[in-house]
Each structure stands twice: as structure tokens, then as C-alpha cells.
């Protein structure tokens, strides 16, 4: 597994010393040996996936077993034609179907944070790209000290079977874009398998709809002095059914998304909280 720590240059040093401080906290804590459920304690996670018209990517997403560290399943639906919904019910009867009432990738990712309920949350896609197998160590980067933790197809050790060249070029030049402009040394922008404390996202509300929504939540998140971690993820193309990202347009969009981030009086997205939380985490154990 390979972790790439991203940290903003240009962080205000009260920022940067919390950030500091929740580093020394976090590696005070032991590594704790158990399995993820258990080192987790009280804490519970909450998976979410938006889907359009996912109906064979679904059944094989959700067919696949959901770990037992993910206490709920959240599958958001944009008005999918196709037996998405059905097809959600059958695989995965523990799952929550909740159906989004804007429209937009990013409309639906707010539906599900709404509805969710765990400490944890975790953005999923729901065509198979992402692998399941990639959310555990993102939850356990989380345990370890970090606010935000993201996938990337960059680091080494990461790749992707999904990019086309134009994606390729295109999720390059706007991760280049991001970390001129916020100093931050994010690796892959793009890639939307995220998992963050959810009470650390406190107004999810103002951000955009589309596409533009998880690129928008790093940067909120970076300029917000949040400790954001990477690990080396393998993108898996989509399993059937058909892109809804629209390459030029979205890529517009999110370009859009990033630059206007740069405006100086942004409202706060995100604060940190891993600190409080993993006091928590260290009560449950100290007292196990
Ligand atoms: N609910 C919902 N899901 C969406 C929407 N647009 C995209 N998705 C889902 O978001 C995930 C990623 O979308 P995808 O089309 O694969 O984008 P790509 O990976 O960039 O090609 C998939 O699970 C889509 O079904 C939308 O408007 N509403
Ligand atoms: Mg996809």
C-alpha cells in the first residue's frame, strides 16, 4: 500500500499547527492489531454510491461481498430507466435506495450525506471501476490521523484500465492546475473514491452538482487545513452500460470549479476533526 500525504504550503499556521498536532496524536496511537470492524469500535461507516442507469455494472458491484466494516450501504438513483432499482434490491437487501430529486452526480453524492448516518462515509462509483477492495485502506488511513483520504491512479504502484487518452490528458492537466494554484500535491484530482469523517463536512450544500462536486471537496478540504491522505488505487473499467461523463463539457466544468475555488473569500466546506474522534477511538481501546 502506498500513502502519499498532501499537504497545502500555504496553509495559515494555526491551521498548519493543528495539522501538526493532530499528526502527533495520531502516531501516539498504537497500531492496533484486530480486524478493521473491530478496531472501528463504536465508529460506523456509511458506503455511499450514486447510479444512473447501472443495471449490469450494479449486479456485479453489489453481487461482490460488501465488507462487514461497511454498516450501510446508501445506493442513490438519478432517475435510472433501466432496472437499476431492482437490480439494487436484489443484490443487496441491506442496501438504502434513496433517489436523488436534482439532477448531477454531485447532486446525488449531497442525497447520500444527507442520508447518511456513519462517522465515516465513503464515495463509491457504482460501475465497477472502484474497487471495493481499496475502501479498506482508506478507512484505516482515517483511523491513523487523517481527515480526508482519496484514491489515486498516479502514485506508484496505482493505474487505471478506465482511461481513455483524453482522460488520461485531461485528468492531468486539471491535477497539474490544482496544485499550481493550491500548492498541494494531490496526484490524481479526479478520482472520486473518497472516504472522510462525515461531521467534518459541514456544509456540503453550497457545492456544485455535477461532476465538478468530489474535485470541488479536496480542495474545500485542502484549503480548509484538512490532513488529506492518497493511496495507490487500480481503476477497474466500467463493467457495462455507458459513461455519463461527457469529457469536454464536464472537464470544462470542473476546470471551472477548480479556478473559481482560488477566489479569495471561499466559504468553509470542511473542518478537521480526526482529532476528537480518534480520542475517541483511544477511550474505546484503553477501555476494551
Ligand atoms: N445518481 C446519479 N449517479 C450518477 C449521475 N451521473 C453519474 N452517476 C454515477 O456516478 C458514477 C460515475 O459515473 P461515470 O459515468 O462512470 O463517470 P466516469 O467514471 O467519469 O466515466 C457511476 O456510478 C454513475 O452511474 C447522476 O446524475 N446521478
Ligand atoms: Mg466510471
Known sequence: MSIGEVRPEDSNPELLGRARARTRSASRSPRANGSLRERL???T???IIPARNEEMSLRQVLGDAIPDFIHEVIVVDGNSVDATRDVVQEMCPRARLISQTGRGKGDALKAGLRAAAGDIVVT?????SHRVSDIHPLIDCLLEGYDFVKGSRSLPGASSEDFTAVRAAGN???TQVARTLYRAPITDITYGLHAYWRNAFVDAAQLVDGFGFEIQTVIKAT????????IACLERPRIGGASKLRPVKDGWGILKVIVGEAAPRRRVAFRPLSDLYLDGVTVVRGAA
Request: aromatic share 4%; hydrophobic share 35%; net charge negative.
Open 41 to 43: 469500535g463504536t465508529l
Open 45 to 47: 461507516t456509511s458506503l
Open 124 to 128: 463509491m462509483d457504482g460501475d465497477g
Open 172 to 174: 492531468w492537466a486539471l
Open 223 to 230: 484549503r480548509g487545513g484538512l490532513r488529506i491522505g492518497e
